[in-house]
């Protein structure tokens, strides 16, 4: 894991890669062939009540989480048209949708992105729960994928979705 830049608050750090793929299976397949790895996590996820450009939507997505390297692997796969990730695949095809950071809290980031005229293209409560919040901040005119805020540094994103889908299972 490496160190954020100060505008992220202190200890804030880079965790996730996440992109987005037309064929979940298809990926998957690529991933065993060409690393010999499978997916730590497969979930069929659907976040009801997000927001999405300003509009409360259900969001529904394939997931795959991979160990990869030291850092989580987020692959998505849209289920259905209202969300950011089926956003990004029409408009860019399949590959990087975004980098996260994970924070002790979004306030900062919500100040920083504010200054910069930066808007949430989508936001809503993790799949953790506890009160946990994710924001998916529009910088792909600059950047070309989005940059994610995730309220969570108690304890690695990773461990805890180890945990939650164990107890669910």
């Known amino acids: 894991?490496?160190?954020?830049?100060?505008?992220?608050?202190?200890?804030?750090?880079?965790?996730?890669?996440?992109?987005?793929?037309?064929?979940?299976?298809?990926?998957?397949s690529s991933m065993r062939r060409l690393f010999g790895?499978?997916?730590?996590?497969?979930?069929?996820?659907?976040?009801?009540?997000?927001?999405?450009?300003?509009?409360?939507?259900t969001a529904e997505v394939d997931t795959l989480f991979y160990d990869f390297f030291g850092i989580e692997?987020?692959?998505?796969?849209?289920?259905?048209?209202?969300?950011?990730?089926?956003?990004?695949?029409q408009r860019s095809g399949p590959g990087l949708h975004h980098i996260r950071v994970n924070l002790a809290s979004n306030e900062q980031?919500?100040?920083?992105?504010?200054?910069?005229?930066?808007?949430?293209?989508?936001q809503g409560d993790s799949m953790l729960g506890n009160g946990i919040k994710y924001t998916y901040w529009d910088t792909v005119p600059e950047l070309g994928f989005f940059v994610e805020t995730f309220n969570?540094?108690?304890?690695?994103?990773?461990d805890s979705l180890r945990t939650e889908t164990a107890e669910r299972e």
């Open 73 to 89: 692997l987020e692959v998505h796969c849209p289920r259905n048209a209202t969300n950011v990730w089926h956003e990004h695949l």
């Open 1 to 28: 894991m490496s160190t954020s830049p100060s505008v992220f608050g202190e200890g804030a750090t880079l965790d996730q890669i996440g992109v987005v793929v037309e064929d979940i299976d298809a990926f998957a």
């Open 109 to 122: 980031a919500v100040m920083h992105f504010t200054e910069l005229s930066i808007d949430p293209a989508a």
């Open 152 to 158: 969570n540094l108690i304890r690695r994103p990773a």
């Open 37 to 57: 790895i499978e997916p730590r996590i497969r979930s069929r996820n659907t976040y009801e009540g997000s927001l999405y450009r300003g509009e409360v939507v």
